[in-house]
């Protein structure tokens, strides 16, 4: 799962990120909304975490820029204004879920964890293909109750198409998603590790299907 961060202060930047990668996640920090925005169009995203006081914008224009793109990612906000109005304006702008400094980090990581878990698995940690099944806590990809060894590139292919089961997912999509320092990989190599996942999995009861011209497709299988 990979989570935006989109924070100003370095220390708590710092934090955040130390807490979230802990957990199984990986974390990208960016301390503007300009380079949050750059971000977002260049690279795959799970979650938001943003502040509202942003050196270069108020954070709530940064919100309904996003939701305005009909950008579907949840967001928490975390940001010192505490009253009453600041957080029903918060949620009316589209974020999902609000938090106020200071804070304690497990429950941050908490609040994570639980936006990821309502918004990609229903109220279970496990989203379930056949006889894969993605286990959104401990960020693992199992088969009748056993971990699957994936490499991490495998893995996040994996991940995005089980995230996304049932939808279509572009090429361009998987290439950012697995992006290493703003370097997404080729058609190519995204083709190569769908190959060796699609040969995989298909003994479980999932298929990954090419949907020409617009990316993949993962599913059950029709055997299942």
Do not use: W
């Not at 955040?16 to 990208?28: A, E, F, I, P, R």
Request: include cysteine; hydrophobic fraction near 40%; aromatic fraction near 4%.
């Amino acid at each position: 799962m990979n989570i935006l961060l989109i924070e100003d202060d370095a220390v708590l930047a710092d934090g955040l990120t130390h807490t979230l990668s802990g957990s199984g996640y990986s974390v990208t920090s960016a301390t503007t909304g300009g380079y949050a925005d750059q971000l977002l169009q260049a690279q795959g995203f799970d979650l938001i975490v943003l502040d509202l006081g942003l050196p270069d914008m108020d954070g709530l224009e940064l919100l309904r820029k996003l939701r305005s793109r009909k950008i579907p990612l949840p967001i928490l906000i975390l940001t010192a204004r505490d009253g009453v109005n600041d957080r029903i304006n918060g949620i009316e702008q589209g974020a999902d879920d609000y938090m106020t400094k200071p804070f304690e980090l497990r429950e941050l990581e908490a609040r994570v964890h639980a936006l990821i878990r309502r918004c990609y698995g229903g109220f279970s940690n496990d989203i379930v293909i056949g006889r894969l099944a993605l286990d959104t806590h401990n960020h693992q990809v199992l088969v009748d109750g056993q971990t699957i060894n994936l490499s991490a590139r495998e893995y996040g292919v994996l991940e995005i198409l089980l995230i996304q089961a049932g939808k279509v997912v572009s090429k361009d999509r998987i290439a950012q998603r697995l992006a290493v320092d703003g370097d997404a990989l080729t058609d190519n190599a995204v083709e190569i590790y769908v190959h060796r996942l699609r040969k995989r999995i298909e003994p479980y009861g999932a298929v990954i299907r090419t949907v020409r011209g617009l990316g993949y497709l993962l599913e059950r299988s029709d055997d299942e």
